[in-house]
């Protein structure tokens, strides 16, 4: 028989080694697998991207921004727009380069994958916003056209990305461009925020460290060179103009327009009783739905009715029956409180 | 005289039979086909027992009837094949239970559904109840639990409620048994049309969303005429559901049609008198 | 219609998507709250209410008592092991009866009537001592602990205790990644794991659920019970003082069992952060009224519901088993038996484990139930090791009459203290029975997850006991 010093020693070896191996992100398998992505393939789609967005926004396109969006070098950039041509995807003119139609199909075959799994990721999975559109960038060109309307058909065709971007149709067509920049909004104006730009990406971190998401209700209260102050659901938020022009924003149509601030379930103690006014677009998916499926709608009224040992989860009083919800949830659950 | 309504019950197309089959409900021997539904905890397989005789347990959770349970019952010499359907919350949603719930009543054109309500939390209950209607013209709420609300000093008007949701409306209590009579008489008497559902639909002050359902329930229409539910395939599009889609694209929307109870009816009340 | 055709319905698709870009991203919530506007007024109409405070007082007060920090814990823990204590000492008597008349009484007759009928001694060898036998030991161990177990369960269940125990449970799991319903489908796992995993059914969150169905196998299920106390008698307590023998036996097992739920909640956590953490994870729920149960009906529907598919599955796997079991033991490969040939084979890597080629076979061929792993490691000892006082023949199970003589046979079979321990970790640690893999494959519809549900705690089976074995040596000096 083997001496037990040694076994133990080949036994926490193979366990070392096996971690090295499979250890999700960091380990050897996931290195291969992220290595083995085409890069020749991403330049290709990751610039006809960059070329449609132009085209979205009105701004002229050229060799330089491509560069600058790829982070390649200019020469790259050349060779990867001589391709283009020759593809047939892309044509030069004066003002630049521009797409062709079956480059701008392309451009949106590629665009509807990356939207869609960004959606995906938000609805249907656990994965944190900040990750979603990295994920998207890798997957967007891996996935087939047919694969993507397979997701689609499973989480409701959604027409929507979860930055409030329209999501191209698998036959290519996309609405226009609508609402205004917030910085162009007039002091007391109320408005929606519809979509907020997820690049750059150290200015949408920002937008999402300060709690700012699609849904949200603003009102401006100030606008200056150096700063843009604005109330969202009810709370003070200050911006440099720069930041403020990558949130776009129309006007609420027939919501209430809420004034003052929030509050939230999980602010309540036992006993106490509020009327809903929503719930936060943070809450998004099967999770959201269900929520309204229990009668968590604007004017619900709520009664914390028992807390369970630990404090969490806490029984509520929703419409008659007594539902349990996490302080998780609850803390997306804004209310008005009555006496 | 029994065998004779049967014969003549039989070549008149009361059900979908096509979609039922697809659906797997094999429709022998049966001359009707009623789908039960409701939230959970509402008492719904407790009727279902009672109704058909067949002890299932369904127990204090959703998504428990996880299979489809089925029984028959007899009433004035009719039979009735009873689909238990899962028990949910709501029919808007993307869970499989739903999915399962939403396109039994759609598309397998049950000719009764039987929406069980817990009566001590009724209005909770009604935004099933009111999707339910969306659906299908011939409906009958089964107001259970009455016991208990009568226990908790709850009073429920069932012949207002009844008045508002255009439908039969009886109270019972399963657990005592209470009730079962009249609620197989009420889904009888809609079965044979001789109670015409005139549903509630879902009024909604929202502009946008009026406008939108109003102008492709208009398209739907010029497409397919005979869809008489065209405001529920219109909901269903806007929330972007597959099987719809896959209904419109394919053609399939046609052959779902409402049958025209004063007519099918008619003729079966002469029937019935003779 | 036709003729407009395919032109009509695209366009509906088409004027759908433009709809929908132009309500926005609200339409479901725009919805939704209409409905329930619409409800509250056609509710206002015809619901009259009474004085508020009034309703439901009785199930505020309950629920006061059942959920608060003084009493919770302790009603649940008494609650909890009355309805063990009842399925344990419950289903002795009744198991016992069935033993006699299944297995002494029916076993000898079907026995010798197949040999006057004229059936070669193999075959009645096959269908009688394998086959036949296998399955009477499933239906007797099985069928009275389960008959007892689930009623009791399900009458806690309709009375609307249960959801309150998820509600003060969901503390703890949420922490491990997990839903607060996985208590129930765990304690459900005590009565048997098949019934535990189709508990899941209750879990909604499909990440939630999936993790309460992979981790269900560490709840010790009642077939792993008997061999626990068996071998925990024979080898722990007899490693102390006979005045401490009963009370260490009794904590060992307690301790493999506790071992067992901790074990879920790490392996829940861990599922949760690596392979399962992309899924999405929802939390609802409902806390109903309280409701008296119906004890008849709940009695009658419990064991068709649970009981009865339960134990079919375990059956239908049990005859095939046992007639493995029998070949086995019986077909020789160059003068050896099969059973023989593997055990020796498998010997230095079992030892290794601490455990013994004997063992390992037995959890191999006793995989339709637990139950019978004992009368097969007691069959294939017998075998191997030559002794001929014990047992009904070759390839026959069977259990000895008295602890001593089970803990002589084994102790000739070159049992050691580490042996037993590691069996009763093996015995908490390895793959779940064969009812219960199909129970998952029929509730995931996914080989993958079936296959992860097998093979995760026997890898953590085999890593366990290996370092305990070399430990274990290490410091006995071997």
Redesign the interface.
Same mark, same amino acid.
């Given at each position: 028989?083997?001496d037990?010093?040694t076994?133990?020693i080949i036994?926490f070896s193979v366990?070392l080694l096996l971690v090295i191996i499979f250890y999700?992100g960091k380990g050897l398998v996931a290195r291969f697998k992220k290595n083995k992505a085409n890069t020749y393939r991403v330049l290709i789609e990751d610039s006809l991207k960059h070329l449609y967005n132009c085209e979205y926004n009105g701004i002229n396109c050229t060799l330089n921004s491509i560069a600058g969006s790829l982070s390649i070098s200019a020469d790259e950039a050349a060779k990867v727009a001589a391709k283009l041509e020759e593809l047939g995807l892309v044509v030069s003119n004066e003002n630049g380069l521009s797409l062709t139609p079956d480059g701008r199909a392309y451009a949106l075959k590629v665009i509807r994958i990356h939207r869609l799994w960004e959606k995906y990721?938000a609805?249907?999975?656990?994965?944190g916003e900040e990750d979603w559109h990295h994920s998207a960038e890798e997957i967007e060109h891996q996935m087939t056209l047919a694969e993507a309307d397979k997701l689609a058909a499973q989480i409701g065709n959604p027409?929507?990305d979860p930055h409030?971007d329209?999501i191209p149709?698998a036959k290519g067509?996309l609405?226009g461009k609508k609402g205004k920049s917030l910085d162009s909004m007039k002091i007391g104006e109320f408005a929606k925020i519809?979509h907020i730009e997820d690049e750059p990406h150290y200015i949408y971190s920002q937008l999402v460290a300060e709690g700012l998401y699609?849904?949200m209700q603003v009102q401006l209260i100030e606008s200056t060179k150096e700063r843009i102050k604005f109330l969202a659901n009810g709370e003070e938020v200050v911006l440099a103009p720069l930041f403020a022009k990558n949130i776009t924003v129309?006007p609420i149509k027939?919501e209430r327009k809420i004034e003052g601030t929030f509050k939230k379930l999980s602010s309540l103690k036992p006993g106490e009783k509020g009327k809903v006014l929503g719930?936060s677009r943070r809450c998004r998916?099967?999770?959201r739905?269900?929520?309204?499926?229990?009668?968590v709608?604007?004017?619900?009224e709520i009664e914390v009715?028992?807390?369970?040992?630990?404090?969490?989860?806490i029984?509520y009083r929703i419409k008659g029956?007594?539902?349990?919800?996490?302080k998780s949830?609850a803390e997306n659950i804004y209310i008005e409180s009555e006496e | 005289m029994n065998v004779m309504m049967k014969d003549n019950c039989e070549t008149c197309p009361v059900h979908n039979l096509g979609n039922l089959k697809k659906l797997g409900i094999n429709m022998n021997d049966f001359d009707f086909v009623v789908a039960l539904a409701g939230n959970?905890?509402t008492g719904k397989s407790t009727v279902f027992n009672n109704l058909t005789g067949l002890?299932?347990?369904t127990?204090?959770?959703? *998504?428990?009837t996880?299979t489809r349970a089925e029984g028959g019952f007899e009433y004035n010499g009719f039979k009735f094949k009873l689909v238990d359907l899962p028990g949910t919350y709501?029919l808007?949603s993307t869970?499989t239970?739903e999915e399962v719930a939403r396109d039994f009543i759609l598309f397998g054109q049950p000719d009764v559904t039987v929406i069980v309500v817990d009566a001590?939390r009724?209005?909770?209950n009604?935004?099933l109840?009111?999707?339910v209607l969306e659906i299908t013209d011939r409906a009958v709420l089964c107001l259970n639990l009455i016991d208990?609300a009568e226990r908790?000093?709850?009073?429920?008007?069932?012949r207002?409620?009844s008045k508002?949701?255009g439908i039969p409306v009886i109270p019972t209590a399963a657990?005592l048994k209470t009730g079962m009579d009249k609620l197989s008489n009420a889904i009888y008497e809609v079965a044979s049309g001789k109670y015409v559902c005139k549903p509630?639909r879902?009024?909604?002050?929202?502009k946008? =969303?009026n406008y939108?359902i109003e102008?492709?329930s208009k398209?739907?229409s010029?497409?397919?005429?005979q869809v008489t539910n065209v405001r529920w395939i219109?909901?269903r599009? =806007?929330? *972007?559901d597959q099987s719809i889609?896959d209904a419109?694209?394919s *053609?399939d929307l *046609?052959t779902i049609k409402e049958i025209k109870h004063e007519i099918d009816g008619q003729s079966l009340e002469t029937e019935l008198t003779a | 219609?036709?003729n407009?055709?395919?032109n009509?319905?695209e366009?509906?698709?088409?004027?759908?998507?433009?709809?929908?870009?132009?309500?926005?991203?609200?339409?479901?919530?725009?919805?939704?709250?209409?409905?329930?506007?619409?409800?509250?007024t056609?509710?206002a109409?015809?619901?009259?209410?009474?004085d508020k405070e009034?309703?439901?007082s009785f199930d505020?007060k309950l629920?006061?008592i059942l959920?608060?920090?003084v009493f919770?814990?302790p009603i649940m823990f008494v609650v909890l092991a009355v309805v063990f204590w009842l399925t344990v000492v419950g289903a002795n008597y009744p198991s016992s009866f069935l033993a006699s008349i299944l297995i002494d009484e029916f076993h000898p007759v079907l026995k010798s009537f197949s040999l006057s009928i004229g059936f070669p001694g193999w075959l009645s060898g096959l269908l009688i001592d394998g086959g036949y036998l296998s399955m009477a030991w499933v239906i007797a161990v099985m069928l009275p602990p389960m008959a007892i177990f689930f009623p009791l369960f399900?009458l806690l269940?309709?009375f609307?205790y249960?959801?309150r125990v998820a509600?003060?449970m969901?503390?703890?799991y949420?922490k491990a990644g997990a839903h607060?319903?996985q208590a129930l489908t765990m304690a459900m796992g005590f009565g048997c794991n098949a019934a535990g995993v189709i508990a899941s059914?209750?879990i909604?969150?499909p990440?939630e659920r999936l993790i309460a169905i992979i981790t269900n196998n560490f709840s010790l299920c009642n077939g792993r019970w008997p061999t626990q106390i068996l071998i925990a008698t024979i080898f722990i307590g007899g490693a102390v003082p006979a005045y401490l023998a009963g009370i260490v036996s009794a904590a060992a097992v307690v301790g493999i069992a506790v071992l067992g739920v901790v074990l879920s909640l790490i392996v829940s956590w861990t599922l949760s952060k690596?392979?399962l953490?992309?899924?999405?994870?929802?939390?609802?729920?409902?806390?109903?009224?309280y409701r008296p149960p119906?004890i008849l009906?709940?009695l009658?529907?419990?064991l068709?519901?649970r009981t009865l598919i339960v134990l079919w599955r375990a059956v239908v796997f049990a005859f095939p088993a046992g007639l493995v079991i029998w070949l086995v033991a019986n077909v020789n490969i160059g003068g050896e038996s099969i059973a023989s040939v593997f055990i020796n084979w498998s010997d230095?890597f079992a030892?290794?484990l601490g455990l013994n080629g004997v063992i390992l076979l037995a959890y191999i061929i006793a995989i339709p139930a637990n139950e019978i792993v004992i009368p097969t490691i007691l069959m294939l000892t017998v075998l191997v090791t030559g002794l001929t006082d014990f047992g009904h023949g070759t390839g026959v199970m069977f259990e000895a009459n008295s602890t001593e003589v089970t803990a002589e046979i084994l102790k000739a079979g070159g049992w050691t203290l580490l042996t037993g321990v590691n069996l009763m970790i093996f015995s908490l640690l390895h793959n779940p029975c064969s009812t219960t893999l199909l129970t998952i494959f029929k509730e995931t519809r996914s080989v993958k997850w079936t296959v992860v549900s097998a093979l995760l705690p026997l890898a953590l089976g085999f890593?366990v006991t290996?370092?305990v074995?070399?430990?274990w040596?290490?410091i006995a000096g071997?």
């Open positions: 028989m083997i037990p010093l076994s133990l036994g366990i999700p990721l609805d249907e999975t656990s994965i027409v929507f409030g329209p149709t067509d609405p519809i699609p849904g129309a027939d719930i998916g099967q999770q739905r269900r929520l309204m499926d229990l009668g709608v604007p004017g619900t009715e028992l807390e369970s040992i630990g404090g969490d989860p029984a029956a007594t539902i349990a919800l996490r949830q | 959970p905890n002890k299932q347990h127990g204090n959770w959703p *998504g428990k996880v709501s808007l869970s239970d001590t009724l209005e909770r009604l935004n109840v009111l999707q208990e908790h000093k709850i009073k429920v008007d069932e207002q409620l508002d949701l657990r509630y879902i009024k909604t002050k929202i946008e =969303l939108a102008t492709l398209k739907i010029e497409v397919y005429p219109a909901l599009l =806007l929330e *972007g889609i419109v694209k *053609g *046609g | 219609m036709d407009k055709g395919s009509g319905r366009e509906i698709l088409e004027l759908a998507n433009n709809l929908r870009w132009e309500i926005g991203v609200d339409f479901h919530d725009k919805l939704m709250e209409s409905i329930y506007e619409n409800a509250a056609i509710a109409r015809s619901v009259s209410t009474p009034a309703v439901f505020k629920d006061k959920t608060s920090p919770g814990f399900t269940e309709d609307g249960l959801p509600f003060n969901d503390n703890l949420k607060g319903k059914r209750v909604d969150s990440r690596t392979v953490k992309g899924e999405a994870s929802a939390f609802s729920l409902e806390l109903p009224p119906r009906q709940t009658y529907t419990s068709i519901d230095p030892i290794l890593t290996f370092f074995a070399q430990i040596r290490l071997f």
